[in-house]
């Protein structure tokens, strides 16, 4: 099976930078589209930004003009760098993939994997 881990996540102050990397590892064939969520306490877990294999990006509203998501095709990750952060920036950041998986010698089916997360907290 394949596993999403994710790194980088840790404290800063508001207006500081962190870069959140996502790898990918296990029988993997190809990654198709990944993405970005977070979920901070007591809320529903939102999308932060998603990229498809060919490099097109989107972002929520609140992220725009701050985060950026893109991708290393050969290492197998994903990447989310965090700039400009608040306070309201604060949960645990997950990532997301849908994975080409090598199931046999001869198929392969895509599943959609979720990493554990890694925890952002911005405060002074």
């Known amino acids: 099976q394949v596993q999403l881990v994710e790194s980088g996540g840790g404290w800063v102050q508001p207006g500081g930078s962190l870069r959140l990397s996502c790898a990918a590892s296990?029988?993997?064939?190809?990654?198709?589209?990944m993405g970005w969520y977070r979920q901070a306490p007591g809320k529903e877990r939102d999308l932060v930004a998603t990229?498809?294999?060919?490099?097109?990006?989107k972002y929520a509203d609140s992220m725009k003009g701050r985060f950026t998501i893109y991708r290393d095709d050969a290492k197998n990750t994903v990447y989310l760098q965090m700039n400009s952060l608040k306070p309201e920036d604060s949960a645990v950041y997950c990532c997301?993939?849908?994975?080409?998986?090598?199931?046999?010698?001869?198929?392969?089916?895509?599943?959609?994997?979720w990493g554990q997360g890694t925890l952002v907290t911005v405060s002074s």
């Open positions: 990229i498809t294999s060919g490099g097109s990006t």
């Open positions: 296990g029988s993997i064939v190809g990654i198709d589209d």
């Open positions: 997301n993939a849908l994975v080409l998986v090598r199931e046999s010698t001869w198929s392969s089916r895509y599943r959609e994997v």
